[in-house]
Nanobody, 127 residues
Framework: QVQLVESGGGLVQAGDSLRLSCAAS????????IAWFRQVPGKEREFVAA????????YYTDSVKGRFTISRDIAKNTVYLRMSSLKPEDTAVYYC????????????????????WGQGTQVTVSS
């Protein structure tokens, strides 16, 4: 079965760090680029970061550049989102998603283009 499973969310204070994990089934991990999105109640799902199939190219939304790092561990079929200098406005449910790889990762911002989604993990940053 094709699956994406997120973990690592929690309650932290502003300025703290957190690492989210997205464990993917082999079929997804070996064929798809992976992205992280986030969503707060009443708002649309927001693109956060993406990593291509090889793991050599990454792309971030402006609000997290310099604070978040996306990476993928091929041996573990896992994509990580390392979040540092967290702010209260980073509070959201974080989702990982998979879609066919693209040469230009800036086109990976559209959530409707994604084939597979995880169930989400809550990140809460207190001030």
């Amino acid at each position: 079965q094709v699956q994406l499973v997120e973990s690592g969310g929690g309650l932290v204070q502003a300025g703290d760090s957190l690492r989210l994990s997205c464990a993917a089934s082999g079929r997804i991990f070996g064929s798809y680029a992976i992205a992280w999105f986030r969503q707060v109640p009443g708002k649309e799902r927001e693109f956060v970061a993406a990593i291509n199939l090889s793991g050599l190219r990454t792309y971030y939304t402006d609000s997290v550049k310099g604070r978040f790092t996306i990476s993928r561990d091929i041996a573990k079929n896992t994509v990580y989102l390392r979040m540092s200098s967290l702010k209260p406005e980073d509070t959201a449910v974080y989702y990982c998603a998979g879609r066919p790889d693209m040469r230009d990762l800036s086109f990976m911002r559209v959530s409707s283009d994604y084939t597979y989604w995880g169930q989400g993990t809550q990140v809460t940053v207190s001030s």
